[in-house]
């Protein structure tokens, strides 16, 4: 059971990392706090590419915890 658990949590923690280094940076920078980057295109940010990979890091993200508690737990 452990070593089935230790295979889901690795690969939970490469998708994680391969979403996370997909995601492009934001350079909105300060400007960010005051709604100065604010567009049209920055509020139909729920459909894009982008939006998928941050959806895709919070759920492995999720699941790497879980895993690792679980884990934790089962030895």
Not at 15 to 28: C, H, K, N, P
Not at 38 to 58: H, V
Request: zero cysteines; hydrophobic letters at 55%.
């Amino acid at each position: 059971m452990a070593t089935a658990i230790s295979i889901v949590l690795i690969i939970a923690a490469l998708f994680m990392i391969v979403t996370v280094l997909l995601q492009s940076s934001d350079d909105g920078g300060i400007g960010a706090l005051s709604g100065k980057s604010d567009s049209y295109f920055s509020k139909a940010k729920s459909k894009t590419f982008e939006a998928k990979l941050a959806l895709g890091t919070k759920i492995a993200a999720g699941l790497f915890v879980v895993l690792s508690i679980l884990l934790l737990v089962v030895k």
